[in-house]
């Protein structure tokens, strides 16, 4: 590696402090801001914001965007180049970075985490994902692009578009559709990605959890995730008015598009939604634009995310498991899909996906059903005669000997 005036760069003595910070302003036209070691606003990030927040990004979004950025900001405050300054040799060294060391941390170091016993699944690493790597890659190519056209930062973006495509072009530009897709990365930079397979809860596990929740609020929740579809945030954020349990729908607003949708649920939900409400009756305000879920404990306030995720995580770990309230939502787009009475595209508008394709990731089949499926086989296998002895049940039950004597003129006068 290189630096700028051509002396090489020693990522390994390279550290990377935790300097800067990524505040919330509680505004809504700005609803982030990223600040110096002296805590001064970056007002090349506080220009990007504003024109996140005048493309309709949601506060969400501008939080990831806002964390990218952070990292790369860390970077260069490390090896002291100036964000207007830098070159595509800072954006390489830092693509080596992010990818070769482990994520800072105020706490001790624990060991690389391993499969879940119980659910499969890898907690986070110490080192940085992939996906983690890609995102950051698209922040800042879209970050240095947006100051390129602004005339503010370099004239040429230090992450550049992958080699053999122009610099203003687009991954599969001027595709045929006629023809497949080829594979293309849009970034020099940016990693490729392993598809990940979502994580649904099966049906015995999520019976176990169901019965260690600790409230009707709580089964309430878990049921109107499970059976919605909706994310954890967009249920959240309903109000009292947004339950119409005469007719079993819940009116959410979407996560990306931000309008409001009906989405229908199981009548499960709303019988542990009105225990929930006659729990809490005459204790919190009960409008219909007030909050549908608070806390149980005086002061009471609305629910948060961070308080139900906590909720989530004291009943996971009576299981020894580390299910997401996510995979509540891989769960119910798994049980739709695999409903043949259900369309995929009546599960792509519950689940409120922009594209088919990413709702026909839940066709797939959930490797426990295909360990079953395989076990199944051998079985079978192993005997054949027991198979032979099931065939010839199956066909004697299936005809009725009427039936077959009319079908073959047996018997007809």
């Avoid at 990030?45 to 506060?59: I, Q």
């Avoid at 009960?286 to 002061?299: F, I, V």
């Avoid at 689940?351 to 395989?374: F, K, M, R, W």
Wanted: overall charge positive.
């Amino acid at each position: 590696m290189i630096e700028s005036d051509g002396s090489p760069r020693d990522l390994a003595a390279l550290v990377v402090g935790r300097r800067g910070s990524l505040m919330e302003t509680g505004e809504g036209w700005q609803p982030w801001r990223l600040l110096d070691p002296d805590g001064a606003p970056v007002a090349a990030v506080t220009a990007f914001f504003s024109d996140l927040s005048a493309a309709g990004r949601s506060a969400a979004t501008q939080r990831s965007y806002g964390m990218a950025l952070l990292r790369w900001f860390r970077f260069l405050w490390a090896v002291e180049v100036p964000w207007n300054e830098a070159t595509q040799v800072e954006a390489r060294d830092f693509s080596i970075w992010i990818r070769s060391f482990d994520k800072p941390s105020r706490r001790e170091r624990a060991p690389e985490p391993k499969p879940n016993p119980v659910t499969g699944k890898v907690g986070p690493g110490r080192k940085y994902a992939s996906s983690t790597r890609a995102h950051s890659e698209t922040v800042l190519r879209s970050f240095y692009e947006f100051d390129r056209e602004t005339g503010s930062g370099p004239m040429i973006n230090p992450f550049p578009l992958s080699r053999g495509r122009s610099r203003d072009g687009r991954a599969n530009a001027h595709h045929n559709p006629m023809e497949p897709y080829r594979r293309e990365r849009s970034g020099q930079y940016r990693p490729r990605l392993v598809p990940r397979i979502p994580r649904s809860i099966p049906d015995s596990c999520f019976d176990e959890l169901f019965v260690r929740l600790g409230s009707h609020r709580d089964r309430a929740l878990v049921a109107f995730w499970v059976s919605t579809g909706t994310r954890a945030s967009e249920l959240l954020g309903c109000t009292r008015a947004d339950a119409d349990t005469g007719r079993q729908l819940i009116t959410a607003v979407r996560k990306g598009s931000r309008v409001l949708q009906q989405v229908p649920a199981s009548p499960d939900a709303f019988v542990w939604l009105r225990l929930y409400q006659q729990q809490m009756h005459g204790l919190v305000s009960a409008g219909g634009d007030d909050p549908l879920w608070w806390t149980l404990r005086k002061p009471f306030r609305p629910l948060t995310y961070h308080a139900a995720h906590r909720m989530f995580t004291r009943v996971n770990a009576l299981l020894d498991a580390n299910w997401t309230l996510h995979d509540l939502r891989h769960t119910a787009a798994y049980r739709m899909a695999r409903d043949p009475s259900m369309p995929i595209t009546d599960v792509q508008w519950v689940l409120g996906h922009a594209s088919l394709t990413t709702t026909q990731i839940y066709t797939n089949p959930v490797p426990e059903d295909v360990i079953a499926s395989v076990l199944a086989h051998h079985v079978r296998r192993a005997n054949p005669d027991d198979q032979q002895r099931a065939g010839d049940d199956t066909s004697t039950q299936r005809y009725r000997p009427e039936s077959l004597d009319v079908l073959f003129g047996r018997g007809v006068r």
